[in-house]
């Protein structure tokens, strides 16, 4: 069974800092690119940041580059997201990814998802 799990989720205020967690079972996690997502009520779920499977390229949503940073470690099958600088518009239910490209490049399209997770909640006070 494959699981994505996400944790780190909470209430901060502008200016905060979090740092989601993603673990990952049931895959051969070194070889799946990992991803971010959020949506916020009432709204599409948008792109927020991408790693491919070796770490070595890293794509970023404009409104997010600076401020937030993806990483992962492979031993512990985990992903992270750092997010300093937190914003109100930041608040959404933030999701993890996995998709698997052998022959392809990281990609920032959402419709590239073989496995979603469950999401966590972020609120952003003013």
């Known amino acids: 069974q494959v699981q994505l799990v996400e944790s780190g989720g909470g209430s901060v205020q502008a200016g905060g800092s979090l740092r989601l967690s993603c673990v990952a079972s049931?895959?051969?996690?070194?070889?799946?690119?990992m991803k971010w997502f959020r949506q916020a009520p009432g709204k599409e779920r948008e792109f927020i940041a991408a790693?491919?499977?070796?770490?070595?390229?890293?794509v970023y949503e404009d409104n997010v580059k600076g401020r937030f940073t993806i990483s992962r470690d492979d031993v512990k099958k985990v992903a992270y997201l750092q997010m300093n600088s937190l914003k109100p518009e930041d608040t959404a239910i933030y999701y993890c990814?996995?998709?698997?490209?052998?022959?392809?490049?990281?990609?920032?399209?959402?419709?590239?998802?073989?496995?979603w997770g469950q999401g966590t909640q972020v609120a952003v006070s003013s």
């Open positions: 049931g895959i051969n996690f070194s070889r799946y690119d």
């Open positions: 790693i491919d499977w070796s770490g070595g390229s890293t």
């Open positions: 990814a996995a998709d698997y490209r052998p022959l392809g490049l990281i990609t920032a399209h959402k419709d590239d998802v073989d496995y």
